[in-house]
């Protein structure tokens, strides 16, 4: 998957507009990072990338790159 | 892990009463906002639910069904062995609702009656419990009750936990029955009992003199509760059915706690079954706890005349953290039809 997919998935995981998130942008900053959207993101990384990534590990998350590091 | 068969035993009928007052989530929009709400509705699937007025208790929804269950399989009250109540809202914090039920149905001073506080995994374990006394003991009628009114309880300005929840109270009625058998595992992982708690209100807080408010309502970490049933649950399911030998068309119907629709669909497909096998009732009655599984088969199978049989899957799993699964028959006809209600245990039972 390329950047700009991951970049891409994750927008429509948030309900947000496509071509508008950037690696920067902090996730306090977005609206839709709520409750819902930390399980979303663990069912995208369990279901895309087999990975199990614990509620504890995306507290530690503050941007949207630092979400991206882990899809791979 | 514990796991096994229990012999001779069938589940003859099952039956459901869900408290007559509606409530629809969008009556929320005021409270959280539309587009929250709605993206509420779109990720847990529930649009409205039963809630019990505030007079209505667990054990009265459980005892509607129990008296039309008895009623419909002609079981007279003295040829009930034991009860086992399982529900979070007891009537009391003592005695043992169970107690109250033996009296309130009118069973024999024999029969046997006890409480069990778990959950979303309250009809698995009380089906191994209620199967486990028929199987090897001198019992051949028990009556299974499980039923929650979990909004008792509820921040009402928590989204996480105002929405979700719906009341009912079910009741299930097993007896010995030659060749037939229930399969089941069971297991518990306590490292996660904070995941779903109600911090205040027993022992363990009681030598505090100053208690937050809110250490007396539910607490919920959805998402280490989504992680681990798509791990430990997920798996867990996926090795009962290959140590017995359960293959993808050796069932039916797959009746799992109705927890969140976005856990059903996301287990479902990791367990690549297909999505028409699994009835939802979440999205009419909400996530109804421990009745959840019961109350789905009643809304899937209650009007169903036919005595053909059908092959269950039923999985629980939550608070605790618990969970199991049990693989059994039983007749389509055994369910009857939901029924709603009003009533409420005023002190004054009709017999």
Redesign the interface.
Known sequence: MTYKEKLNLLEELL?IEKDTLDGTVELNSISEWD??A???T??MF??VYNK????EE?KQFKTIQDIIDKME | MANGILKNVEIKGIACAVPDHLVNNEDFFGVFGEESVQKFINMTGVKTRRVAIDEQCASDLCYVAAKKLMERLNWEASTIDALIFITQTPDYAVPATACVMQHRLGLSDECIAFDINLGCSAYVYGLWQAATMISTQNINRVLLLVGDTSNFGINPNDSATAMIFGDGGTATALEKTEGKDIKYFLKTKGSGYKYIMVPAGHARSRSQTIVDKSEYELSMNGADIFNFTITDVQKSLADFMAENSIGKNDVDMYVFHQANLFIIKHLTKKLGIPIEKVPISIDRYGNTSGESIPLTLVDALGSEQSDDTIKLLLCGFGVGLSYGAIYLEMKKSACIPMIYTNYYFDGVDKK
Do not use: E
């Not at chain 1, 199990?52 to 509620?55: A, L």
């Open positions: 309900l409750s819902m930390v399980i979303t663990i069912a369990d279901s199990n990534i614990k509620s995306i």
